[in-house]
Structure formats: C-alpha cells, structure tokens
C-alpha cells in the first residue's frame, strides 16, 4: 500500500471531468487500497480519485461505518438543505459553511461490480456530494457565496503564489 500525495488547489487535474470507469483489474483494485491509505492519514472523510491524480470516476468514504469506494457514481435525487462547515483536503486549513441538498440519492458500482443504491443525509450526503463535485472538476470555492469566495481567493492566491515550483 502507498500513501499518494494529494493534488492541492491550483492543480489543473482537479479542473477535469473525470472518465468513466470501463472495467476493474488489479490496478483498480490497488488504487482504491491506497486511496483509504492517503484519506486515513489525511485524515479525511472522502477521497475523490482526480486527488490523487487519477482523472477517473471513484471515490472512497468512511465516515465512521468502514471504508468504502463507488464507481461511476450520480445523484439520482436530491431534497431538502443542510448547513455544514465544509471543508477539502486540496484546500487544507480552510472551510466555509455550505447550504447543499440534505438528503441525495446516489447510485453506482462496487469495486465487485453490483449495483450500490444509497439514500444519504447529513454528513454522508454532503460527502457524497461533495466527492461528486471533484469527479466533475468541481471545488468547494465554486459552492461559495460572493462574500466568501472573495475571501477564500484572496487567501488561495497568496498560497498558491507562496508555493516553491518543485513541490508541484
Ligand atoms: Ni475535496
């Protein structure tokens, strides 16, 4: 197992629509063992896989009940709202307070290849669309309101700015 570095804000693979996933072999299989690595020593709740570089439709989550990974995930449903502080492992050290759907249904595959159904609320719903969001090239400051953003720019700009080229 290997921990991967986790790609951080300003990183362009977190701009891309992730691919879907056609089949799962050994290497599938090995990826997702090193994705719960890198979200356990994060420490993180979810994990999508474009953090780690791969620009392809997974993600992992644990948020208490084990770990788990979905594949070729989408929201079927959603209902409701739901404030929560949320935060991202690509943009560490900040969190804002987001106003999502509470509840979603998402749909998707195993890592065995049966078809998952699950109806989430609170923190796991917010996962879910949360890592969503990063397989659509999607970052939490575009889930910001105008009053936020400003703020969570002009902290990001400086960071990114302040970052010595070799650690890219
Ligand atoms: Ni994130």
Redesign the pocket.
Known sequence: MAIYPIRQFGDPVLRQRAREIEDVDGALVRLVEDMYETMYEAPGVGLAAP?VGVERRLFVYDIGDGPNAIMNPVIVESRGEWSYDEG???IPGLSWNVVRPNEVHLRGISLDGEEIDIEADELLGRCFQ?EMD?LDGIL?VERLDVEQRKEAMAILRNRVLNVEPSVY
């Open positions: 953090q991202c492992l690509s949360h990063h939490l």
